[in-house]
């Protein structure tokens, strides 16, 4: 899809995804984020939150790839903004994806070949409750 084809206010959402215990274990060994809030439940059963929960970075992550659905050759990700982990997602939480086109711009150099795309990501639990929100950038082919 060209810069010219997107439309301000256009929303997509995305196939929902429960988090698992191996989705956290598989994220701790790819990162080295082993930290207790993640991987000890024992230690989690005497915190305020009560159990394990993954990992905010595992979250985005998993909820960017979710948003994935079509390849466009034309645009790719030129960067993420005003990350927020909002709430905690623990194991056996489902997560669903929402965006939506907020924002268009010219390439301050390359204006002729590329324009900017700013997209609002919202995640959300199986309750509606919203987990993660960013803003993501997308450079697009003219």
Known sequence: MKF???????????FSRTITEADIVIHAGQTGDFYPHHMDAEW???????????????????????????????????GYEKVRFIKPVFIGDTITV????IG?????????????ID?????????NEVVLSLF??????R
């Open 136 to 141: 993501k950038i997308y450079i697009v082919n």
């Open 119 to 127: 997209e609002k990501v919202t995640i959300t639990n199986q309750k």
């Open 98 to 101: 929402t965006s939506e086109i």
């Open 4 to 14: 010219s084809e997107y439309e301000i206010g256009t929303t997509r959402k995305s």
């Open 44 to 78: 989690c059963a005497t915190q305020p939150f009560g159990k394990r929960m993954a990992h905010g970075t595992l979250i985005l992550s998993v909820g960017i790839g979710m948003t994935a659905g079509e390849i466009n050759p034309d645009a790719m990700s030129y």
């Open 104 to 116: 268009s711009r010219d390439h301050p150099k390359k204006n002729d070949q590329f324009g900017f």
